[in-house]
C-alpha cells in the first residue's frame, strides 16, 4: 500500500470487523518478538524522503523508505543517524527500525533511537490519523507519544511518517585493542565512561576489549595515548559487522539471549558464550540453559533478558512485566487501538 486513504480504510475496515492485521514493512526483523496470526497489512510502498534540511540536522521520511537509502542520502551532505540503527537485511526500512526502537554500538554515547525521534504520524487501531511531535526539537513538549511508539513493534499504531535529528558524521574513527578479562573491561569502560574521552563503542568478547573512539583526527590523538592498545585496521567493518550480528560469535545453534543491566555489574555467573557491548550495558549470551534460569540471574542483577533467537516458541520472549506496569500498556493498547487488532500478541499475549 503507497497511500494514506487505502491504509486508513483498510484498518478501518478490519477494526470494524475485528480482524487481525500483520504489519509488514521490510520484513527484515520479522525474527524479532513474537509470531503475529493476522492478515498482512503490507505498508513497504509508502515510501520516499519527504524533506532535508541538512544545516537543520532534520529529515523527514516516509515508514516504507529503505533504511539505506535514507543513509546513503545523508552521508552525501556529511551526516548520519547516530544511534547506528542495525539493518538486519537490505531490505529494512525506516518504519521497522523506528518500531523496533533498535540501537547500535553508539547508543551509550549519543543515544538511543527514541532520542532522535523528533515526530510521527500514524494511523491508530480506528483508523484515525494522528500526529505527534513534530520537524524541529521546540515543538516537542509535554508527554511525548512519538517516543512511546518508538520500539512498540507496531502494536499502537502504523508509521506513516518519521521525523528524525540527525548528526554530523566523525571525521575519523580509531579503534584500539586491549586483551583482557570480562570484568577488566567492565572496570575500564566504567572508568572511562566518567572522563571527557571520545568515546564511540567499547565491546568485549574472545579476551579482547575493542574501544573505538571518534572525532577529530587531532582531538582523538592524547586519547589514543591516554588509553593505549594496537590499533585495529580497517575498524568500521568490525563495527557494522557487530552491529548486523555477522561476528563469528553470532553463528550460533544455540538460544541467543539479549541481557540489559547497568553497565557495571559484575560478568554474571551463566554458563555459556558472551558477548559483552555498550560498555558493559548490552550482552549477548548464547547458552542452553532454562528460560527460568536465565532470568532469575538477570533479575537479580536489577536487569532483563530477552529471548533474541533460539529456544522455545513460548511466550516468554521478552522479561515478563510487573503487574503493575503491565496494567499501564494494556492501558495504552486500548487507547490506541482497542479492538486489538495492530500485531496482536507480537510484545505479549495481552498486548
Known amino acids: 500500500m503507497s497511500d494514506l486513504q487505502t491504509i486508513q480504510d483498510r484498518i478501518s475496515d478490519a477494526a470494524t470487523s475485528h480482524t487481525a492485521l500483520e504489519i509488514q514493512g521490510g520484513g527484515s526483523k520479522l525474527f524479532y518478538g513474537r509470531a503475529v496470526a493476522g492478515q498482512p497489512l503490507a505498508v513497504g510502498g509508502y515510501r520516499g524522503i519527504i524533506d532535508y534540511t541538512p544545516s537543520e540536522l532534520v529529515i523527514s521520511a516516509r515508514a516504507g523508505t529503505p533504511l539505506s537509502e535514507l543513509e546513503a542520502t545523508l552521508a552525501q551532505n ?5 544511534f547506528e ?9 525506516l518504519g521497522g527500525t523506528v518500531a523496533c526502537g533498535l540501537s547500535g554500538p553508539r547508543r551509550p554515547w549519543t543515544g538511543a533511537a527514541r532520542d532522535f525521534v523528533l515526530g510521527v504520524n500514524c494511523v491508530n487501531g480506528k483508523g484515525e490519523y494522528l500526529r505527534f511531535g513534530g520537524q524541529v526539537m521546540k515543538n516537542v513538549a509535554g508527554y511525548d507519544l512519538s ?6 513493534l507496531g502494536t499502537l499504531a502504523v ?26 573491561a567492565i572496570e575500564r569502560c566504567n572508568r572511562w565512561a566518567a572522563q571527557p574521552l571520545p568515546l564511540s563503542g567499547a565491546c568485549h568478547f574472545d579476551h579482547q576489549l575493542l574501544i573505538r573512539l571518534s572525532g577529530s583526527a587531532r582531538g582523538l590523538a592524547p586519547a589514543v595515548r591516554r588509553l593505549g592498545g594496537e590499533q585495529l585496521d580497517d575498524s568500521s567493518r568490525f563495527w557494522e559487522h557487530l552491529r548486523e550480528q555477522q561476528l563469528p560469535f553470532f553463528d550460533t545453534t544455540l538460544p541467543l539471549w539479549r541481557v540489559s543491566v547497568a553497565p557495571a555489574t559484575a560478568p554474571l555467573a551463566l554458563g555459556g558464550e558472551w ?12 547458552t542452553d540453559l532454562p528460560a527460568d534460569q536465565v532470568r532469575a540471574a538477570v533479575q537479580a542483577a536489577s536487569g532483563h533478558a530477552t529471548l533474541w533467537r533460539g529456544g522455545a516458541t513460548d511466550d516468554a520472549i521478552f522479561q ?3 503487574p503493575m506496569l503491565l496494567a499501564l500498556h494494556r492501558r495504552l493498547k486500548q487507547t490506541f487501538d482497542p479492538a486489538g487488532i495492530l500485531n496482536p500478541g507480537r510484545l505479549y499475549t495481552t498486548l
Open 78 to 82: 556529511g551526516q548520519m543517524l547516530a
Open 159 to 184: 508509521l506513516l511518517d518519521v521525523h528524525l535529528k540527525v548528526l554530523p558524521q566523525p571525521e575519523q574513527d580509531i579503534t584500539l585493542l586491549q586483551p583482557c578479562t570480562a570484568a577488566e
Open 147 to 152: 517516543r512511546t511508539l518508538t520500539g512498540s
Open 85 to 93: 540503527p542495525p539493518h538486519f537485511g537490505a531490505t529494512a526500512t
Open 275 to 286: 558477548l559483552m557491548d555498550w560498555g558493559g550495558a548490552q550482552r549477548w549470551l548464547a
Open 320 to 322: 515478563p512485566l510487573p
